[in-house]
């Protein structure tokens, strides 16, 4: 490492050591500063380096053990290699739950904890001071606006909404400790401001634009989110209802009798008929009820019976007394309720669980257990920086998150309560 | 001889399928079964910007569930032991702010002429794009991984910084009273702690000492450098 370095010269920026020797210097302090030492199982030389599913001893340290018999004895046996490192969980509950590191007084609170035991109460005392810092309102804005990957870029434009009124007011459902639900059913105060200086939330009615005055129902009715997602048929829309609050992407249910159709198979859980096609309407503008390459149906006996309550908001988000949305046909005709559903074909939100509007349907996704469990999830995601449950696959076997899940629903869906959980939890502070 | 033979046939072969459309210098359409003209396909085309994938895997019924590899399995863990594992995140922009301003690494300390400082450098408007930050014009949340160019980031933004930290006149919003660089010239273990945001423990402070005595001149800065991109590689 030494030969590589160069001579310092003063007209040099940052030249005056190559990148080899920065490089074998990053390597060997990277060991280090993922390890820690004495009882940490990542210290250098010690032992829980052994790659997970080698079957470690149980004390990490490779020795020789039984295989494992079952499934659940070898994750038990992976599991229980991981040691607790609270100074590490504080770091990184520090840079979630309000984007800094910990303070130096901080982290020696944790280091003067005599024994594990010690260290986990000043863990989670920090734990319960960060979620309660003005800071933690900040992280919770951000992480709303990466979820909802919607935020304000600048100043807001004359004539739009802001788009930060979405992730401001799931931020102060979760600040306030109020239910989760509020996310989908809340008939007023849904587009609040924040004041960072007095780390306030102040409820506000939303901006209804040129529009006309419509139903409230949580950030559904948001015209922030509704002018981020607005797209041909407001299907976009839907979409990020789905993906973002039921943790999956179309199909959105699937039926337990499957049936071949065209070149694939219909799985939805409605009746093929059900929506707009050649089938039933030769004149279709989108025939829906296509079979020749994919099976159309499989998503859209879904999407077709919560599109059409989307329809009249604008591009800016705001609720206008006719269609806004186009079909994407020639001339671009405006979507009419005719192009999804057939006459009679009522709104849902899940075979068995018909709406009527806008509010209906924010009570019925609130009142879904998947909901549920995909907030949970996605706060379990964020606390072990496992990406996004839909765009990066990184879901969750519902075994690990299914006590939490329990308590966030006899917690009033509380979902401050969770993350606290979360990051006092075994999985978070062990390594 | 018989190995080129076999590879200049398999070449051949691979060349005379991809030309399958003769002379055709057009794509395939993607359509259905016959591109944009087919009436049944289904990619835009100048007329409609109906588009869909058709990728069968695309909306196939359970697509989203791919069975892990029991290679894979033995590797990295089953879903559920990965679930519960800690994986790396990036550090968010904001989080690198925050490191910069409470860490004391505002440009306070001696660089050469015109260098930027890691503040300024992490200020510029071109540092949140390669830092994986947020674009919500466009749909994009804030990178949950590293790019490789945001750890280049990184680390030049720790680079210039270190001149900060080695600075006489260093002080730490964060650590109050602390110094990374003692009166002996060597590290402090509780100097390395604020820069690490967690407990130092000696073979940090044992490495970051040997790049000083290896480098009198720069070994300190290079020890900081590497400490800062190092810690702060995962969230």
């Known amino acids: 490492m030494r030969g590589t370095l160069r001579t310092p010269s003063r007209l040099s920026v940052s030249v005056t050591w190559t990148l080899a020797a920065c490089g074998l210097m990053v390597g060997s302090l990277a060991s280090t500063a993922c390890g820690s030492s004495g009882d940490d199982p990542n210290a250098i030389g010690g032992g829980g380096t052994t790659a997970p599913g080698t079957n470690p001893g149980p004390t990490g340290t490779g020795t020789a053990a039984a295989p494992p018999a079952t499934p659940a004895e070898q994750v038990k046996q992976i599991l229980d290699a991981r040691k607790a490192d609270y100074g590490e969980a504080l770091r990184t509950a520090s840079l979630k739950l309000r984007d800094s590191l910990p303070t130096l007084a901080e982290i020696k609170t944790i280091e003067a904890g005599a024994d594990d035991a010690a260290k986990k109460v000043a863990y989670e005392k920090l734990v319960d001071d960060m979620s309660a810092s003005p800071e933690f309102s900040k992280s919770m804005i951000k992480f709303w606006k990466d979820t909802f990957r919607t935020g304000q870029v600048g100043n807001v434009q004359m004539g739009a909404a802001s788009r930060d009124t979405a992730a401001t007011f799931a931020a102060q459902i979760v600040v306030e400790g109020q239910p989760y639900s509020n996310l989908f059913t809340a008939a007023a105060n849904t587009c609040p401001t924040y004041d960072p200086m007095a780390n306030t939330f102040t409820g506000a009615a939303c901006d209804t634009g040129g529009g006309t005055a419509g139903p409230t129902a949580g950030i559904l009715t948001d015209p922030g989110i509704l002018s981020q997602y607005f797209a041909n048929m407001a299907f976009r829309r839907v979409r990020f209802i789905q993906e973002t609050f039921a943790c999956q992407k179309f199909p959105a249910e699937t039926s337990a009798t499957p049936k071949p159709l065209g070149n694939g198979t219909f799985t939805g859980a409605f009746p093929y008929e059900s929506i707009t096609g050649k089938v039933n309407k030769p004149d279709a503008l989108i025939d829906f009820q296509d079979t020749s390459a994919v099976i159309c149906a499989n998503c859209h006996v879904n999407l077709n019976r919560i599109a059409p309550m989307f329809i009249n908001y604008d591009d800016t988000g705001f609720l206008q007394a006719t269609g806004q949305v186009q079909v994407p046909v020639p001339k671009n005709p405006i979507a009419q309720r005719i192009d999804y559903l057939p006459a009679g074909e009522g709104f849902a939100w899940r075979s068995g669980k018909p709406v009527t509007d806008i509010p209906s349907l924010g009570a019925a996704i609130a009142a879904d257990p998947e909901v549920a469990r995909c907030a949970v999830n996605r706060v379990w995601n964020y606390a072990l920086s496992r990406g996004d449950i839909v765009n990066d696959l990184a879901t969750i076997p519902n075994a690990v998150t299914d006590p939490l899940v329990k308590d966030f629903g006899t917690n009033k869906q509380n979902l401050k309560e969770t993350i606290r959980a979360i990051f006092k939890s075994e999985d978070f502070v062990k390594f | ?235």
């Open chain 2, 1 to 235: 001889m018989k190995r080129i033979a076999l590879t200049l046939i398999g070449v051949a072969a691979i060349a005379l399928g991809a030309c399958t459309n003769g002379t055709s210098d057009q794509l395939n359409g993607g359509g259905g079964t016959g591109g944009a003209g087919d009436p049944n396909g289904t990619a835009g085309n100048e007329n409609t910007t109906y588009d869909h994938s058709n990728d069968p895997g695309g909306a196939a019924p359970g697509a989203d569930f791919q069975p892990a590899e029991p290679a894979q399995v033995r590797l990295v863990g089953s879903p559920e032991v990965t679930s519960r594992l800690h994986s790396c995140g990036k550090m968010s922009v904001a989080s690198i702010g925050s490191i910069l301003t409470t860490r004391g690494l505002t440009g306070g300390g001696a660089k050469p002429m015109g260098a930027l400082s890691g503040q300024q450098i992490y200020m510029a408007n071109s540092a949140a794009p390669a830092l994986g930050g947020a674009n919500y014009n466009g749909r994009v949340p804030e990178a949950p991984f590293a790019s490789t160019s945001a750890m280049a980031k990184m680390f030049d933004i720790f680079t210039m910084a270190s001149y900060d930290a080695v600075g006489a006149n260093w002080t730490a919003p964060a650590c109050p009273g602390t110094t990374i660089l003692g009166a002996d010239g060597k590290f402090t273990k509780d100097g390395l702690t604020c820069l690490m945001g967690k407990p130092a423990h000696d073979e940090h402070l044992a490495l970051a000492n040997d790049a000083i005595t290896k480098n009198s001149t720069d070994g300190a800065k290079i020890a900081i450098a590497a400490l800062l991109s190092a810690a702060h590689t995962c969230q």
